[in-house]
């Protein structure tokens, strides 16, 4: 939001004022690297500096160019790698990071964690990564007995409360802290490192930089928004009849603390406990309905590869960085993107697997 505000209102309200967002005064770089950038900034490009210091709005074009003038060639070609390096990471994380769909199912029963893993994943996949040996896992379909089928502990099919509140804490846990992982890293990539196409975006908001790395890790949210309002266009129609209730049960206060009860219940609750619940499905909709459901369809597909274009783009773009930190930038961003997936699989398989034994 931060970085849409520098980019297009305040150029136009407050053209006269000047923001630094604190680039040049941290270095993402670690090492050797922070020690010789530091030096740079206070001996050979100190007049750059001082200027870029005094009138953020300029850009750090010029300080950029003296500082690259005084650095060797291998330095000059590790950052050239770097730029590779980080370039791809947008594809990779196309690779192990959850699906818009199973992010959507997931959103109409517990929103709060598909946000989180929307935010620790920092990606938003389309495709299919089946193996082709799925078939082994589905040899007992036919079979009435469908407890043997299902890959899940006994103990675990009539779960105590205590156990399910475990389960659904580790998972917060997991996600969260890869949703950290993912703000802290946007955080440092657009405030501690200095990325090229932040400095060109940034000169239109009077800033040294914009916030370029961070959007990118906002992006996938909207994203699996629309996915989950795909779902929400699509959902059944038709309503179970509500029971009869007591006027006790009608006051407003009862009606709103037995909503926002409801909704912590669904939340908290792992989809393999969830009794008789099943995959959300789209195919019976109305035919205007239809029309509108496959724009957005076309809709989610343009804005992941949107995402992807423009985290190449913005990474790619990054200066100043180790070939170890980029690797550990890359590290962190794939393990987020592991962690989210790994526990979307868990919810999925419980969604479509396990609640069956309930029933």
Not at 27 to 44: C, I
Not at 226 to 242: F, H, I
Not at 257 to 264: H, I, L, Q
Request: overall charge positive.
């Amino acid at each position: 939001m931060a970085s849409f505000t520098h980019l297009f209102i305040i150029p136009f309200i407050t053209p006269v004022f000047a923001y630094n967002n604190g680039q040049f005064k941290h270095f993402y770089a670690g090492g050797s690297w922070n020690t010789v950038l530091t030096d740079l900034l206070h001996h050979d490009c100190k007049d750059e500096y001082a200027e870029l210091t005094a009138r953020p709005e300029k850009g750090g074009w010029i300080l950029v160019s003296c500082i690259l003038d005084n650095f060797t060639e291998i330095r000059k070609t590790e950052m050239a790698i770097v730029s590779v390096v980080l370039g791809l990471l947008p594809m990779a994380l196309q690779f192990v990071g959850p699906r818009v769909a199973d992010v959507a199912v997931l959103g109409m029963r517990r929103p709060v964690l598909a946000v989180l893993i929307s935010l620790g994943s920092t990606c938003a996949t389309l495709q299919s990564d089946y193996t082709g040996l799925e078939a082994v896992s589905r040899r007992g379909e036919d079979n009435q007995n469908r407890a043997n089928d299902v890959l899940w502990p006994e103990v675990l099919i009539d779960a105590p409360v205590w156990a399910k509140a475990l389960i659904s804490i580790f998972e917060y846990g997991l996600v969260g802290t890869a949703a950290a992982n993912s703000l802290i890293q946007g955080y440092q990539l657009s405030f501690w490192a200095i990325s090229f196409i932040s400095m060109i975006m940034g000169s239109f908001g009077n800033t040294a930089e914009a916030f370029s790395p961070l959007l990118w890790v906002f992006i996938p949210i909207p994203i699996q928004a629309l996915g989950v309002y795909v779902l929400y266009l699509g959902r059944p129609s038709g309503r179970p009849q509500p029971k009869p209730e007591s006027a006790r049960q009608l006051h407003p206060c009862y009606r709103a603390w037995r909503r926002v009860r409801d909704w912590a219940v669904r939340e908290m609750t792992p989809c393999a406990f969830k009794k008789g619940e099943t995959v959300t499905r789209t195919e019976a909709v109305k035919k205007n309905k239809r029309y509108w459901l496959l724009f957005l369809n076309w809709a989610i597909k343009f804005l992941v590869w949107v995402q992807v274009i423009y985290g190449t783009i913005v990474l790619s773009s990054v200066l100043f960085l180790s070939l170890f930190t980029a690797m550990e930038v890359v590290g962190r961003f794939l393990a987020g993107a592991i962690v989210c997936r790994f526990v979307l699989e868990f919810e999925m398989y419980g969604l479509q697997e396990v609640s069956k034994l309930h029933r």
